[in-house]
């Protein structure tokens, strides 16, 4: 076990990627599954309050602590077991995506979740229910979570397997490895009908118990290992990046994909980067067309008899809603895909440069709406962008009508005018039967605005199942709720 006492050694454990920031008594990081137990129980027995942390690639504070301890899982990075046969694998919580990525290249299999943080840690991945581009086809986390080992915060332990621990409608009981029993109710939870959604717990009547801990938040309980279901590698992958001279083309054209449509095109992602985007991107990228106002990535998975026939689908669609047609990068070689790939995660990258150079914590939406109310929901953004006269950048996962709008203030005027904005789109999200978090959760940043998207009594129904595994209120203490309050 490495302990961090020194304020030197733990600053960089007091921050996330979205420079929330916040204060760590000591950091622990176990260097084997087998101290995580002890650690926990010894905490929770003096009463001090611990946080749980990996590689800190959150954007909401629910990995940063706001005092006590943390403890780092990212020394716990084994990949314990690869099945070839039956498609599965069994990991500790710190290993890092990329690395998983890679190793399951060699078997030809893949794990189809990929966040663009892609040296986030699995552990951090299940807390938060990550998704990701590949999320429009292929679902986020949950969706291949088949086996989780959770150390509850008195240090006790779950072994949930899929399928095998449900609830009786409303009510639920899981017993611990030590016979102990855990029996809460599920309250009913307004579940909005945009594709993500990841603010708050998963709360179902006849759930399986495995799905609450999965974007919990690190709030009930320590990933400790996870089997994670997985997929053969498929023969081929033609990927694009398609440019736009107009945004309602643009749309048009997501819309044909994202719908059935007579060409067959199915993509397994949909990614949209505005014109702002692409000229923060061309700092990077030279080739990238000057009269753009926009650009969509999209893949598709073929095989080698009919990849020639989808790629010229493709160009047929791309010829009917851009004159930049010629401008289209087309991959379908491995390096080819990685370049395109690159373009997608510099962005975000580029953006949080600006947010360091501005010293500035990060102002972005994650807001998600039904499809059917996204072009609704997309004109309002825009026309309320364009009257503030911020500096901004939107991207994100048009299949999932899912943007990402990050604001750059450089005065407290700015920063104002950006937070009046993300509180209007959050609001608007709702009235649209949206979510207020699609993907990040909620962290400590959104703690305020669960009361957009819940009632009281949903709320306080989330509070009563956090009670129930940590009736002490000790672990991720200000995560998701003020201090157990609201």
Sequence with gaps: MIRITDQDGKIEYERDAANFTGIADKVFLPESMDEI??????????????????????????GVPLSGVLISTERLDKIISIDVANKTALLEPGVRLQTFHDELKQHNLMYPSNPTETWSTIGGNVANNASGAKTFKYGPTRSFVNYLEIVLPDGDELHLKRGQSLANGNEAEIRTINGNSIKFHIPNINVPKSTK??????????????????????????????????????????????????????????????????????????????????????????????????????????????LEDDTLALYELTLEHTDLVDMTWVAMTDNERDKITKFRHDLPLSVNELLTKYGQQKIYTDTAVPAASFRSYYHEMYSQLNSMGLDYVVFGHLGDCHLHANLFVKSNEDKVKAENFYHDMMKLAIELDGTISAEHGIGKIKRPYMKYMFTDDEIRGMQNVKKAFDPKNLMALDTLFFNGEF
């Design 197 to 306: 959604n990841a603010a708050g717990y998963y709360l179902r009547p006849d759930m399986d118990m495995i799905d609450l801990f999965i974007g919990s938040e690190g709030t009930l309980g320590v990933v400790k290992k996870v089997g994670l279901d997985l997929l053969y590698q498929v023969e081929e992958v033609l990927s694009a990046i398609v440019f736009f001279d107009d945004y309602n083309n643009l749309l048009n054209f997501a819309e044909y994909l994202r719908n059935d449509n007579p060409r067959h095109l199915k993509p397994r992602l949909i990614e949209y980067f505005d014109h702002n985007s692409l000229k923060l991107l061309s700092e990077h990228h030279s080739d990238l067309p000057t009269d753009a106002m926009g650009a969509v990535w999209v893949e598709f998975e073929t095989n080698s008899i009919m």
């Design 37 to 62: 137990g002890p650690l926990v129980k010894e905490l929770y027995s003096t009463n001090t309050p611990f946080t749980i942390s990996a590689a800190r690639t959150g954007l909401t504070g629910g």
